[in-house]
């Protein structure tokens, strides 16, 4: 959940203003949106867990360019996006990864109300469908996140990747279409085994 912050004129006035918890409480409140960008395009763990330093850096040396023309969470979306695809620009990296080594622990859930056999069972589903969604393209990947995941809008969406609202919308229809098309061949066999 994020953490409830100040209107973002606000913010960042006092980040500019050199006050570091303020700039902590931007970093808690957008790290899952820049992670989800980053985990969908960036295949290795080492090179994710930079990134994401980095373009929290990168915010920060540019926050005094921010006209406050968008939003600040498609700002630093913007800013996320771009710095991934320079990264694979320059290191020519395949675009597809193994998200094994981010799987949840029960340790986490200590507490809670959810039986270990049904985490098992959403868990192991949350996995093939995470693990489906990376054989997506890099845009249908991306936009599936955004939208899904962080709940952005179309226009949105289209901001942070420089795509007109009305190719978001196809996007998002393709990479629903193929993800259901490859669950369904995929189960169809496992059913069938």
Not at 61 to 86: D, M, P, V
Not at 116 to 122: G, L, V, W
Request: proline content about 3%; overall charge negative; some cysteine.
């Amino acid at each position: 959940m994020k953490p409830k912050i100040i209107d973002n004129q606000t913010l960042v006035k006092q980040i500019l203003a050199g006050d570091q918890q303020t700039f902590r409480i931007f970093i808690e409140t957008y790290q899952r949106l820049v992670a989800h960008i980053v985990f969908r395009m960036i295949p290795t763990t080492a090179d994710r867990e930079d990134l994401c330093q980095d373009i929290f850096l990168k915010a920060y040396q540019h926050l005094a360019s921010f006209q406050f023309e968008s939003k600040l969470s498609t700002w630093l979306g913007r800013i996320a996006y771009n710095t991934c695809i320079n990264f694979l620009e320059k290191k020519r990296v395949q675009l597809w990864g193994d998200l094994s080594e981010e799987n949840d622990s029960l340790d986490q859930f200590t507490g809670t109300e959810i039986a270990p056999d049904t985490f098992t069972e959403k868990s192991d589903i949350s996995n093939r469908l995470l693990q489906e969604i990376e054989k997506l393209p890099l845009p249908y990947r991306t936009i599936l996140t955004l939208y899904h995941l962080e709940e952005m809008s179309y226009l949105e969406i289209g901001e942070i990747m420089q795509l007109p609202e009305g190719t978001v919308k196809s996007y998002l229809f393709r990479a629903r279409k193929k993800l259901k098309d490859i669950l369904m061949a995929e189960y169809q066999q496992e059913a069938l085994s």
